[in-house]
C-alpha cells in the first residue's frame, strides 16, 4: 500500500490513510470477480456456483475494510494465484506457469497467514482433476 500512501502523503497522515483504506477496499473488491473465475473454472457445467461463491466470499469471509491490513492483498494474490494455476493446468504454456508460481511466491510473501494457501492450490488442483479429467 506505499503507492496508495505517497499519493496521500502530500495532503497529510489523515489523507494517506484515507487512500490507504479507499485502496484496500479497491483491492479487496477485486476478489470478487477473481472468486467468479475460479468457480467457473472449476464447475464448468454449474452456473448456481458461479454466483454462490463470489457471495459465499462476501458474506463469510469476513472482508473487513476497517483496518488497514494485507488481509485484503493476501485475498486477492491468493485468488488469482489460484486462477493462474488453473489456467497453468488447463493449457500449460510456460507464462501462465511462470506467472502462477510468481503469483503463488508474492502471496506468501505478503503475509505468513497466506502459507493456508498451499493446501488450498493442492485441493484445487485436485478438484480441476475430479471435475475436468483432462485428456
Same mark, same amino acid.
Given at each position: 500500500m506505499v503507492p496508495a500512501y505517497w499519493l496521500g502523503h502530500h495532503w497529510g497522515v489523515e489523507a494517506s490513510l484515507l487512500v490507504v483504506r479507499l485502496a484496500t477496499v479497491l483491492l479487496a473488491?477485486?476478489?470478487?470477480?477473481?472468486?467468479?473465475?475460479?468457480?467457473?473454472?472449476?464447475?464448468?457445467?454449474?452456473?448456481?456456483?458461479? +454466483?454462490? %461463491?463470489? &457471495?459465499?466470499?462476501? =458474506?463469510?469471509?469476513? #472482508? @473487513?475494510?476497517?483496518?488497514?491490513?494485507?488481509?485484503?492483498?493476501?485475498?486477492? +494474490?491468493? %485468488?488469482? &494465484?489460484?486462477?493462474? =494455476?488453473?489456467?497453468? #493446468? @488447463?493449457?500449460?504454456?510456460?507464462?501462465?506457469?511462470?506467472?502462477?508460481?510468481? +503469483?503463488?511466491g508474492l502471496t506468501l510473501v505478503t503475509k505468513t497467514s497466506a502459507l493456508g494457501l498451499v493446501p488450498f492450490l493442492g485441493l484445487a488442483v485436485l478438484a480441476w482433476l475430479i471435475v475436468i479429467r483432462p485428456d
Open positions: 473488491l477485486v476478489t470478487v470477480p477473481l472468486t467468479w473465475l475460479l468457480a467457473r473454472r472449476l464447475f464448468p457445467r454449474r452456473p448456481a456456483v458461479w +454466483l454462490l %461463491a463470489p &457471495a459465499l466470499l462476501v =458474506t463469510i469471509s469476513g #472482508l @473487513s475494510f476497517g483496518s488497514v491490513t494485507n488481509d485484503a492483498l493476501v485475498l486477492t +494474490l491468493g %485468488a488469482a &494465484a489460484t486462477v493462474a =494455476t488453473l489456467r497453468a #493446468l @488447463s493449457r500449460p504454456d510456460r507464462w501462465w506457469t511462470m506467472g502462477s508460481g510468481f +503469483l503463488v
